[in-house]
C-alpha cells in the first residue's frame, strides 16, 4: 500500500524518508530508547537509522507495518507505528527533547482515529499496546488515550536475545470512548 499522512493541531505524520536519517540516529543515541525497545541497539549509527527507513518502507509496502514520522514545527520529534501481524498493535517513541509536550496522545489519537473510521476499508476492530514493566511514561500515555489495562504477561515480541520480558499489556477497541480507564498500575 502507498504511505498516507495524518494530520493533529500540532503535528504532522508521514512516513520516514532517507532525509531523517540524521534526526533518528541522533533521537536513537539516548539510552531510554534502547532500554525500553529491544530493536534500538547502541551503537546507534546512520546505517541502523537507513535500515529502519527501509523496514519502514517495506512495512508500508506489504501492509503489515505502518510507520509514520511524527513531525512538529517541520522537525522529526519521534515515530509511532501500528503493526498489523499477529494482531493490531501500536508502539512509539519520541527524541528526548521532545517529551513532556503531550506528543504522544495526540499522535495516537490520530492512529485511532484513522484506524477505526467506519469508512477506512483497512480499518479494525481494535488496537493492542504493551511495555515493558516498569516504562510508566509508555503506560501513561496508553492510558490517557483510553485504552483498558489487561494486567501483565510474557510481551508478544522476544528481545534480542529471544526471551518474551514480563511486560503490561492494554487494549482499545474501536467502540470504546477515549476517556482514561480505571484499572492502571501507575498515577
Ligand atoms: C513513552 C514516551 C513517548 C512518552 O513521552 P512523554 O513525554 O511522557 O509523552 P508526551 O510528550 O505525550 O507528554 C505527556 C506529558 O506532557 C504533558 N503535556 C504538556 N503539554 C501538553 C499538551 N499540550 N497536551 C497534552 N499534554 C501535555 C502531559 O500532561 C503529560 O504529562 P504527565 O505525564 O505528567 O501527565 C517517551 O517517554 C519515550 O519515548 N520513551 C522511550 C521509548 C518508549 O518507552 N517507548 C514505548 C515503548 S512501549
Same mark, same amino acid.
Given at each position: 500500500?502507498?504511505?498516507f499522512?495524518?494530520?493533529?493541531?500540532?503535528? &504532522?505524520?508521514?512516513?520516514?524518508?532517507?532525509?531523517?536519517a540524521?534526526?533518528?540516529r541522533? +533521537?536513537?543515541?539516548?539510552?531510554? =530508547?534502547?532500554? %525500553?525497545i529491544?530493536?534500538?541497539?547502541?551503537? %546507534?549509527?546512520l546505517? &541502523? !537509522?537507513?535500515?529502519?527507513i527501509? /523496514? *519502514?518502507?517495506?512495512?508500508?509496502?506489504?501492509?503489515?507495518?505502518l510507520?509514520w514520522?511524527?513531525?512538529?514545527?517541520?522537525?522529526?520529534?519521534?515515530?509511532?507505528?501500528?503493526?498489523?501481524?499477529?494482531?493490531?498493535?501500536?508502539g /512509539?517513541?519520541?527524541?528526548a527533547?521532545?517529551?513532556? +509536550?503531550? %506528543?504522544?496522545?495526540? *499522535?495516537v489519537?490520530?492512529? @485511532?482515529?484513522?484506524?477505526?473510521?467506519p469508512?477506512?476499508? =483497512?480499518?479494525?476492530?481494535?488496537?493492542?499496546w504493551?511495555? @515493558?514493566?516498569?516504562?510508566?511514561?509508555?503506560? !501513561?500515555?496508553?492510558r &490517557?488515550?483510553?485504552?483498558?489495562?489487561?494486567?501483565?504477561?510474557?510481551?508478544?515480541? !522476544?528481545?534480542?536475545?529471544?526471551? +518474551?520480558?514480563?511486560?503490561w499489556?492494554?487494549?482499545?477497541? !474501536?467502540?470504546?470512548?477515549?476517556?482514561? &480507564?480505571?484499572?492502571?498500575?501507575?498515577v
Amino acid at each position: 500500500m502507498d504511505s498516507f499522512t495524518l494530520a493533529t493541531p500540532r503535528l &504532522k505524520l508521514s512516513a520516514p524518508t532517507p532525509d531523517d536519517a540524521g534526526a533518528i540516529r541522533e +533521537h536513537c543515541q539516548d539510552p531510554l =530508547l534502547s532500554r %525500553y525497545i529491544p530493536a534500538i541497539t547502541q551503537p %546507534y549509527t546512520l546505517e &541502523k !537509522a537507513r535500515e529502519f527507513i527501509g /523496514f *519502514a518502507e517495506e512495512g508500508w509496502h506489504s501492509g503489515t507495518e505502518l510507520t509514520w514520522g511524527i513531525r512538529a514545527a517541520g522537525d522529526l520529534v519521534g515515530v509511532i507505528s501500528l503493526r498489523r501481524v499477529t494482531a493490531d498493535d501500536i508502539g /512509539f517513541w519520541l527524541g528526548a527533547r521532545h517529551r513532556g +509536550h503531550g %506528543y504522544m496522545p495526540e *499522535a495516537v489519537g490520530a492512529v @485511532l482515529d484513522w484506524a477505526f473510521d467506519p469508512s477506512n476499508p =483497512l480499518r479494525v476492530e481494535s488496537v493492542g499496546w504493551e511495555c @515493558l514493566i516498569g516504562n510508566t511514561a509508555s503506560a !501513561a500515555v496508553a492510558r &490517557k488515550c483510553g485504552f483498558t489495562f489487561e494486567g501483565e504477561g510474557p510481551g508478544r515480541r !522476544a528481545d534480542s536475545s529471544g526471551e +518474551h520480558p514480563l511486560s503490561w499489556r492494554g487494549r482499545i477497541w !474501536a467502540a470504546d470512548s477515549r476517556e482514561e &480507564k480505571p484499572g492502571w498500575p501507575v498515577v
